[in-house]
Nanobody, 121 residues
Framework: QVQLVESGGGLVQAGGSLRLSCAASGRTFSTYAMGWFRQAPGKEREFVTTISWNSGSSTYADSVKGRFTISRDNAKNTVYLQMNSLKPEDTAVYYC??????????????WGQGTQVTVSS
C-alpha cells in the first residue's frame, strides 16, 4: 500500500492555472495506476483523470479534456495534475488515488486526504 498526500490547491480566478501534486510513500508506487477524482459540495465524487503505472496510457473526463494534464514521476513517487483554463465548475476537493487503471473510484485502494481548489468567476 501507499500513503498519499496532495498539495497545490488554492484559490484562482477563472481562466487561471494550478498544478496539484500527490506525493506517495512506499515502495510500490510505480506498480499502481494513479487517478485524480474530485468532489464538489453536495455532489458525488467524480472521475477526473488517470494514468497507468508506466505513463503509457491516460484517460480524461470529457469535462477536463484539453485543459487538464496528468503526469507522474516514478523516481520521485509523485503524480501531478496540471490544470489550465480553470472554470468555476472545477471548484471541488481534489483527491489522488492509487489502484487499478480505471474511472471507477472503487477500483482504487489508497486515497489522499484531498486538497481544495476554488475557482472564482
Amino acid at each position: 500500500q501507499v500513503q498519499l498526500v496532495e498539495s497545490g490547491g488554492g484559490l484562482v480566478q477563472a481562466g487561471g492555472s494550478l498544478r496539484l501534486s500527490c506525493a506517495a510513500s512506499g515502495r510500490t508506487f510505480s506498480t499502481y495506476a494513479m487517478g485524480w477524482f474530485r468532489q464538489a459540495p453536495g455532489k458525488e465524487r467524480e472521475f477526473v483523470t488517470t494514468i497507468s503505472w508506466n505513463s503509457g496510457s491516460s484517460t480524461y473526463a470529457d469535462s477536463v479534456k484539453g485543459r487538464f494534464t496528468i503526469s507522474r514521476d516514478n523516481a520521485k513517487n509523485t503524480v501531478y495534475l496540471q490544470m489550465n483554463s480553470l472554470k468555476p465548475e472545477d471548484t471541488a476537493v481534489y483527491y489522488c488515488a492509487a489502484g487499478r487503471y480505471s474511472t471507477i473510484p472503487g477500483d482504487y485502494v489508497n486515497w489522499g486526504q484531498g486538497t481544495q481548489v476554488t475557482v472564482s468567476s
